[in-house]
Each structure stands twice: as C-alpha cells, then as structure tokens.
C-alpha cells in the first residue's frame, strides 16, 4: 500500500478560539472538539487541531505546517481573513493558473488559500 495523507494537525494555544477560526474558515461546525484535539472532518481527510500543553510537549505553533485550501472565490476568502484580523503574510498573487494568498491563523500558523483558473 502506498502512502496516502488522511490528516493533517496544526499546533494551537488556544483550543476555542481556534476552533471558531476554523469552522469560520471550512464553514462548517468542529466534528469532535476537547481541550486535547480537535477535528473537522472532510471527504479524504482530517484536519486536527492539537494542544501540546495538555501532553506536555514541546510543539511551537506557528509555522509548523502549511496547509494547502482550495477555496470557490479567492477575493471572498481574503475578505473573511481580513475581517478576522489576521495578518496576510503573502498578499493575494497570480501563479500560473493559480491564485493564492497566505495569512497567519489566530495561533500563528501560516494557511494558504487558493482558487484554480477554469
């Protein structure tokens, strides 16, 4: 069996706040939530949210993975992470058929956003 990716985790300080960012974000509510993990679950994948306080370890958030989210309008997207005052650490650019964007979460991870030319 080949290697497949069925989740991927960020690192959080803050598992409430986060988890309004996100469900803000998927537009969709949190699958399971607690102070350890959360998850929201999608059709090839699970996208967690991990406090390593809880187990005592030494995870930094912040720049620790950058997931990759393809979205419908890139404008509207780049729209709501701005209203939640989130810093936009690459601002909206075209690349090939791509248009895309990175912001900082509320807990300091970097996430990028794009949409696909048809």
């Known amino acids: 069996m080949k290697p497949q990716i069925k989740a ?24 399971s939530k607690d102070e350890r993990m959360s998850s929201f679950e999608f059709d090839n ?3 967690l949210l991990f406090n390593p306080k809880i187990d005592n370890e030494m995870i930094s958030s912040g ?3 950058v997931p990759d989210i393809l979205v419908e309008d890139i404008n509207k997207m780049l729209e709501l992470i701005r ?8 601002p909206l650019k075209k690349i090939g058929k791509y248009h895309l964007f990175q ?15 048809e």
Do not use: H, P, W
């Not at 209203?83 to 690459?90: A, F, G, R, T």
């Not at 912001?103 to 030319?117: L, M, P, R, S, V």
């Open 8 to 31: 991927i985790y960020v690192a959080v300080q803050d598992m409430d706040r986060a988890v309004k960012f996100y469900e803000d974000i998927f537009d969709v509510k949190v699958f």
């Open 45 to 47: 994948i699970t996208f």
């Open 63 to 65: 720049n620790n993975v």
């Open 83 to 90: 209203s939640k005052n989130c810093e936009i650490v690459l």
């Open 103 to 117: 912001a900082k979460d509320t807990e300091g991870n970097i996430i990028e956003f794009y949409q696909i030319e």
